[in-house]
């Protein structure tokens, strides 16, 4: 069984930075790929950012684009967060899958976490 922890999260203020961590666990010797998607209130789930086993795969969501930083160490993911705004505001939520995938579609990942809590104000 795999498990995905995230932490970080919380609030800050417009401009401000955040980050986010998750850890996969259960099966160690499982390279992931490894993502975030994030929903806010009455939205759909949309892609973040995601990043390949060995680190040298990255995709990002336009909207975050030179804003947001994936990066990983081993099972562990990282998303750094600067220059936030109110609509980056949403629950976000660590995924993961057993092969090489970075894409976009939530339906590639078959793993994920609870979710974390990130509020941005204006």
């Known amino acids: 069984q795999v498990q995905l922890e995230e932490s970080g999260g919380g609030s800050t203020h417009a401009g401000g930075s955040l980050q986010l961590s998750c850890v996969a666990s259960?099966?160690?010797?499982?390279?992931?790929?490894m993502g975030w998607f994030r929903q806010a209130p009455g939205k759909e789930r949309e892609f973040v950012a995601a990043i390949t086993w060995s680190g040298g795969g990255v995709n990002y969501a336009d909207s975050v684009k030179g804003r947001f930083t994936i990066l990983r160490v081993d099972h562990q993911i990282f998303l750094q967060m600067n220059s936030l705004k109110p609509e980056d505001t949403a629950v976000y939520y660590c995924?993961?899958?057993?092969?090489?995938?970075?894409?976009?579609?939530?339906?590639?990942?078959?793993?994920w976490g609870q979710g974390i809590q990130v509020a941005v104000s204006s």
């Open positions: 995924a993961a899958n057993a092969g090489s995938f970075i894409e976009q579609n939530a339906g590639y990942y078959s793993y």
């Open positions: 259960g099966r160690p010797y499982t390279r992931f790929a």
